[in-house]
């Protein structure tokens, strides 16, 4: 079973700070996808970046890169300058594309990061 | 830029009430999916949803549950008799293909709350 764990419950940075938001999963499928997606106060989920199994070089988008550690299987969320609209719970989530072809993202718990002025 | 759009943003029922939750998911996309995330925990997987069928449901997605796309553009979520326990924030996503690269986009979800 596909699993993805993140282990702080809560984080805090300091604005203009670079912070790691970590996670690490689980799955015997050889290929895989994991993501991060972003969600404010206001509730809706926004994707932020995006690692393949395969892929060699770490994913970057913006302020945001992947620490994609496949031995370790991690994949750590690294925000680089803080901003106070940073602030926002983060979740880890991976998508293995077996079975149906329709797989589902599998969600870790999430991590609220509060960025400080 | 072509987004998920769900309707209502909040809807409040009575206990044993049906409600039906509505998306209609980017044009060009073909896989579907509803999410459900109780308050203060993690994002649930309820159903996928491709070619008019259900490609996969999970444990949560029992007989009280149902999805349907009536008409090429809305995909729905349908409650048949409300528990308290639904109470949470529904999210509807779709993908463009299949592959571990695509990415699922989100609606803004519906907030239900059963009392």
């Known amino acids: 079973a596909q699993k993805i764990t993140q282990t702080q419950p809560g984080m805090f940075v300091q604005e203009k700070e670079a912070v790691t938001l970590d996670c690490t999963y689980d799955?015997?499928?050889?290929?895989?996808?994991l993501f991060w997606y972003k969600q404010p106060s206001s509730g809706e989920m926004i994707f932020l970046i995006y690692?393949?199994?395969?892929?060699?070089q770490n994913a970057t988008e913006g302020r945001y890169s992947l620490n994609f550690q496949k031995a370790r299987k991690s994949a750590n969320l690294v925000i680089s300058a803080s901003q106070l609209g940073d602030s926002a719970m983060y979740f880890c989530?991976?998508?293995?594309?077996?079975?149906?072809?329709?797989?589902?993202?599998?969600f870790g718990k999430g991590t609220r990061l509060s960025v400080i002025a | 830029e072509p987004e998920v759009t769900q309707t209502p943003s909040h809807q409040v029922t009575q206990m044993g009430q049906e409600v039906i939750l509505r998306c209609v998911p980017i044009?060009?996309?073909?896989?579907f999916y509803w999410y459900r995330q109780i308050l203060g925990q993690k994002v649930e997987f309820l159903v996928s949803?491709?070619?008019?069928?259900?490609?996969?449901k999970s444990e949560i997605f029992d007989d009280q549950f149902s999805v349907e796309r009536p008409d090429g553009s809305n995909f729905t979520l349908k409650i048949r008799s409300t528990k308290l326990e639904d109470s949470a924030m529904y999210f509807c996503?779709?993908?463009?293909?299949?592959?571990?690269?695509?990415?699922?986009?989100f609606g803004p979800g519906t907030r239900l709350t059963v009392l």
């Open positions: 996503a779709s993908r463009r293909g299949t592959g571990a690269d695509y990415e699922q986009f």
């Open positions: 799955t015997s499928d050889p290929s895989y996808g």
């Open positions: 690692q393949g199994s395969y892929d060699q």
């Open positions: 989530a991976m998508r293995s594309p077996s079975g149906s072809g329709n797989t589902p993202l599998v």
């Open positions: 044009s060009n996309h073909l896989y």
């Open positions: 949803f491709y070619n008019n069928e259900i490609s996969e």
